[in-house]
Protein backbone atom coordinates (compact mmCIF):
# COMPACT_ATOMS: atom_id res chain seq x y z
CA UNK A 1 0.00 0.00 0.00
CA UNK A 2 1.03 3.76 -1.04
CA UNK A 3 0.89 6.55 1.09
CA UNK A 4 -0.11 9.80 -0.73
CA UNK A 5 0.96 13.15 0.64
CA UNK A 6 -0.78 16.54 -0.55
CA UNK A 7 1.23 19.90 -1.32
CA UNK A 8 0.74 23.40 -1.63
CA UNK A 9 3.41 25.33 -2.94
CA UNK A 10 2.77 28.99 -2.55
CA UNK A 11 4.63 31.68 -4.94
CA UNK A 12 6.66 34.27 -3.65
CA UNK A 13 4.37 36.39 -1.37
CA UNK A 14 5.13 40.31 -0.40
CA UNK A 15 4.13 42.41 2.19
CA UNK A 16 1.35 43.64 1.09
CA UNK A 17 -2.09 44.17 2.61
CA UNK A 18 -5.76 43.19 1.00
CA UNK A 19 -5.78 46.55 0.89
CA UNK A 20 -3.04 47.70 -0.63
CA UNK A 21 -0.78 48.73 2.84
CA UNK A 22 3.02 47.80 2.98
CA UNK A 23 4.51 48.26 6.14
CA UNK A 24 7.68 50.38 6.16
CA UNK A 25 10.27 47.73 7.67
CA UNK A 26 11.63 43.88 7.00
CA UNK A 27 9.23 43.01 10.44
CA UNK A 28 6.11 44.33 9.04
CA UNK A 29 6.30 43.17 5.76
CA UNK A 30 7.60 39.77 6.81
CA UNK A 31 4.31 39.20 9.60
CA UNK A 32 1.72 40.42 6.38
CA UNK A 33 3.45 38.07 3.68
CA UNK A 34 3.53 35.17 6.59
CA UNK A 35 -0.88 36.08 6.95
CA UNK A 36 -1.06 35.99 3.10
CA UNK A 37 0.73 32.45 2.98
CA UNK A 38 -1.94 31.54 6.08
CA UNK A 39 -4.64 32.62 3.97
CA UNK A 40 -3.22 30.38 0.74
CA UNK A 41 -3.15 27.74 3.49
CA UNK A 42 -6.25 28.02 4.73
CA UNK A 43 -8.03 27.69 1.35
CA UNK A 44 -6.52 24.46 1.11
CA UNK A 45 -7.20 23.38 5.39
CA UNK A 46 -3.54 23.48 6.27
CA UNK A 47 -2.02 26.34 8.31
CA UNK A 48 1.67 27.34 9.13
CA UNK A 49 2.35 24.43 11.39
CA UNK A 50 2.26 22.20 7.84
CA UNK A 51 5.11 24.11 6.28
CA UNK A 52 8.42 22.13 5.47
CA UNK A 53 10.02 24.56 3.42
CA UNK A 54 10.46 28.18 3.70
CA UNK A 55 12.16 30.67 0.81
CA UNK A 56 13.16 33.70 1.84
CA UNK A 57 14.42 36.91 0.12
CA UNK A 58 15.35 40.30 1.67
CA UNK A 59 17.30 42.92 -0.08
CA UNK A 60 19.62 43.64 1.85
CA UNK A 61 21.47 42.27 5.47
CA UNK A 62 20.04 44.73 7.34
CA UNK A 63 16.62 43.54 7.05
CA UNK A 64 17.54 39.64 7.68
CA UNK A 65 16.88 39.86 11.29
CA UNK A 66 13.86 41.47 11.23
CA UNK A 67 12.53 38.85 8.48
CA UNK A 68 14.24 35.92 11.34
CA UNK A 69 12.32 37.35 14.29
CA UNK A 70 9.02 36.64 12.29
CA UNK A 71 9.65 33.48 11.02
CA UNK A 72 10.90 32.45 14.25
CA UNK A 73 8.00 33.51 15.99
CA UNK A 74 6.00 31.67 13.65
CA UNK A 75 7.55 27.79 14.22
CA UNK A 76 8.32 25.86 16.14
CA UNK A 77 10.59 22.91 16.22
CA UNK A 78 10.75 20.87 14.12
CA UNK A 79 11.51 24.13 12.12
CA UNK A 80 10.60 24.03 8.26
CA UNK A 81 13.77 23.77 6.02
CA UNK A 82 14.43 27.38 5.06
CA UNK A 83 16.72 29.39 3.16
CA UNK A 84 17.44 32.99 3.48
CA UNK A 85 18.58 35.00 -0.05
CA UNK A 86 19.90 38.93 -0.45
CA UNK A 87 18.59 40.02 -3.64
CA UNK A 88 19.34 43.26 -5.62
CA UNK A 89 15.75 44.54 -5.37
CA UNK A 90 11.66 43.49 -6.18
CA UNK A 91 8.96 44.99 -8.50
CA UNK A 92 8.61 48.05 -6.08
CA UNK A 93 11.42 49.76 -4.19
CA UNK A 94 9.43 49.68 -1.14
CA UNK A 95 9.69 45.79 -0.63
CA UNK A 96 11.96 44.16 0.82
CA UNK A 97 10.60 40.71 2.33
CA UNK A 98 9.51 38.18 -0.04
CA UNK A 99 8.54 34.68 1.08
CA UNK A 100 7.66 31.66 -0.63
CA UNK A 101 6.15 28.49 1.00
CA UNK A 102 5.50 24.83 0.65
CA UNK A 103 3.22 22.93 2.77
CA UNK A 104 2.43 18.78 3.19
CA UNK A 105 0.40 16.95 4.60
CA UNK A 106 -0.77 13.20 4.78
CA UNK A 107 -2.91 12.29 1.92
Known sequence: MSSRSRFV???GQLGIDKYG?????AA???RV???NIAAILAEAGMGLRDVVRLNAYVTGREHMRGYMDVRNGLFAEPYPASTLM???GFTREEFVVEIEAIAATPG
Not at 21 to 25: H, L, N, Q, S, Y
Open 9 to 11: FTS
Open 86 to 88: IVG
Open 33 to 35: AFD
Open 28 to 30: GQA
Open 21 to 25: VIPAG
